[in-house]
Nanobody, 121 residues
């Protein structure tokens, strides 16, 4: 009953920007942390950034100073603004949300389907 949908991926030249959005819907009591992972071809899936319900952020070293994560709690949306993109940022980006469906429920991570980001030289 919880859905996570990403959008905003695409092809961009090095140095350009993309804005990824992720919206969570369904029956939800509370969303805790939301964030993004990415998986490059032939590589494992690695954390990129997350933001807590209170707005605390964390970034992978590889994206610090270039990416910015934010959220709109009313819209149940998390956004990853990606600037100064590099070819090594090319990956499928996956959004997640740590969700409590009910106050008595344990927290569970829900994942989006992924959106492709390709950065050309």
């Amino acid at each position: 009953q919880v859905q996570v949908v990403e959008s905003g991926g695409g092809l961009v030249q090095a140095g350009g920007s993309l804005r990824l959005s992720c919206t969570v819907s369904g029956s939800i009591f509370k969303i805790n942390a939301m964030g993004w992972y990415r998986q490059a071809p032939g590589q494992q899936r690695d954390a990129v950034a997350y933001i807590t319900s209170g707005g605390t952020t964390n970034y992978a070293d590889s994206v610090k100073g270039r990416f910015s994560i934010s959220r709109d709690n009313a819209k149940k949306t998390v956004v990853l603004q990606m600037n100064s993109l590099k070819p090594e940022d090319t990956a499928v980006y996956y959004c997640y949300a740590n969700v409590l469906r009910l106050i008595s429920d344990p927290e569970r991570a829900y994942w989006g389907q992924g959106t492709q980001v390709t950065v050309s030289s």
